[in-house]
């Protein structure tokens, strides 16, 4: 079982942004999302973790790897996946990854070729192999990137926001596969859409402004607030009063008037009715719209 651990890990830009605010978390096999909306900090703490950027204090370690002092023993664990993974050159999906592969130091050919295709079929890819990368669609460009990323043999797999602009279909290729690699490595998981976390980690944590807010389960974090999730279906001209009377955590358009749902201890009575709370009201209940910190449930 190998194991992440980052321990009081800061980061503060030369423009004054604290992007990483003192970071702890331990994570070990499967799935670990990492929850937050832009700007949180999820891509710094990404690239620390991959050794392209350095911290201004902390430790990261990964079992006996001192990720922050040795980032040479780091990267020959590492599949990385970064959020801008989309300049491509002109050429295949098998060149490309062969390129890479030979970046990463697999100089024998014969090795080289039963690896690339091993991964072609494992990402779906080999029966386009011969085609270009530059006219693949979004999700096939996700499913390269992954396979590059597996390239010999991580231990420790960051995509960075991996399905951002993926449409639903591909999206759920790229879940399945995601679930499917993250079996024996640790996968590190970044995104600010709530149903990637729900649908495929068993491990989470939400960031906000460079700090952790909740870490656990997204089981546990929904069980910690069950009771306190409300709802109520409003006319659209009723949306300021609800905004200054109460806290609202989220309101969604279903078929064309707001459902609201807010955060009370008690019952606000008014017509609201008690619902069991998704991972959405998680992720609302510690991150409102406007960026503050609503309720530290830790
Ligand atoms: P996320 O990936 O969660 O969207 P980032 O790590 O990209 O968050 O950014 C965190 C914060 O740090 C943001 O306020 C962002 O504007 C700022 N930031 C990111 N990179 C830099 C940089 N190179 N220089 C200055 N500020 C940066
Ligand atoms: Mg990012």
Known sequence: MAKLSIQQLSKTYSNGVKALDNINLEIENGLFGLLGPNGAGKSTLMRTLACLQEA?????????????????????????????????????????????????????????????????????????????????????????????????NPRLIIVDEPTAGLDPGERNRF????????????????????????????????MNHGSIVYKGSPITAMD????????????????????????????????????????SENDPANGFTRVEPNLEDVFFSHIHPTGTTLNPVN
């Open 56 to 152: 201004d204090s902390g430790t990261a370690t990964l079992d006996e790897i001192n990720i922050l002092q040795d980032p040479s023993s780091l990267r020959k664990v590492l599949g990385y996946l970064p959020q801008e993974f989309g300049v491509y050159p002109r050429i295949t999906a098998q060149q490309l990854l062969d390129h890479i592969a030979i970046l990463k130091g697999i100089s024998q050919r014969k090795e080289r070729k039963e690896l690339i295709e091993y991964l072609l079929h494992k990402v779906n890819l080999y029966e386009k192999r011969h085609k270009s990368v530059k006219g693949f669609s979004g999700g096939m460009k996700q499913r390269v990137g992954i396979a590059q990323a597996l390239i010999g």
């Open 175 to 206: 879940h399945n596969l995601l679930a499917d690699v993250g079996q024996n490595v640790i996968v590190l998981l970044s995104t600010h859409i709530v149903a990637d976390v729900s649908e495929l980690c068993t491990e989470m944590a939400i």
């Open 224 to 263: 910690k607030i069950r009771g306190m999730v409300w709802q109520k279906t409003i006319e659209r001209s009723e949306l300021e009063h609800y905004q200054n009377d109460y806290v609202i955590i989220s309101e969604k358009m279903v078929a064309g008037r707001p459902v609201i749902h807010i955060w």
